[in-house]
């Protein structure tokens, strides 16, 4: 089955603009999460979205604000883009059943903030 | 969250048994211990989870000790792409795969 898919890649923004990027999660998979992935900071966990609602949140500002679609797919968006956004930005599906949660991640979007 | 620590770096010759340990002295009794590995430039990849039998699959064994305050990763025959950044973390379930990832343990396996 396909993996979970991020777009874009790679993008270069300005500092001050705003930024989108999507997540398609594997087919069947409710819960999306993101998280932002930075050499000082590591792994750290932005939001999940669970049927279409946003269920948890981590300790970023208002500026990081995400959406889920009826189909779960998923986008995030970061307004008045900082230096330190800087990051690369990981999305993680799961079936959000059972006692267990086994999260798959995408191959991330590297954003570069200039 | 139970917080975890782990070695920040180690090594293994290829061919022979990986054995990544974790402390979460602190872990409550309802937390799994999960392990998830990153290789350069990678999302993260699941590997294993259990809460307090040992576990094992096609990738590792996950032995976790009777008091349930360390656990050790085992990659039983090391390749050279095992080398990554292995996880531990421990996590209630059903929580939107809100984990807390750590530093982690730089595995490199060499030749």
């Known amino acids: 089955k396909a993996g979970v898919t991020q777009t874009p890649r790679y993008l270069i923004k300005t500092r001050g603009q705003q930024v989108t990027l999507s997540c398609s999660p594997i087919s069947g998979h409710r819960s999306v999460s993101w998280y932002q992935q930075t050499p000082g900071q590591g792994l750290q966990f932005l939001f999940e979205y669970f049927s279409e609602t946003q269920r948890n949140k981590g300790n970023f500002p208002g500026r990081f604000s995400g959406r889920q679609f009826s189909n779960s797919r998923s986008e995030m968006n970061v307004s008045t883009l900082e230096l330190g956004d800087s990051a690369l930005y990981l999305c993680a599906s799961s079936l959000d059943a059972g006692l267990y949660t086994e999260a798959f991640f995408g191959q991330g979007t590297r954003l570069t903030v200039v | ?111």
């Open chain 2, 1 to 111: 969250d139970a917080k975890t620590t782990q070695p920040t770096s180690m090594d293994c010759a290829e061919g022979r048994a990986a054995n990544l340990p974790c402390n979460h002295s602190t872990i409550s009794g309802n937390e799994y211990v999960y392990w998830y590995r990153q290789i350069h430039s990678q999302g993260p990849q699941y590997i294993i989870h259990g809460l307090k039998n040992n576990e094992t699959n096609e990738m590792a064994s996950l032995i976790i000790t009777e008091d349930r305050k360390s656990s050790t990763l085992i990659l039983p025959h090391a390749t050279l792409r095992d080398t990554a950044v292995y996880y531990c973390i421990a996590e209630k379930p059903n929580t939107g795969n809100q984990f807390y990832f750590g530093t982690g343990t730089s595995l490199t396996v060499i030749p």
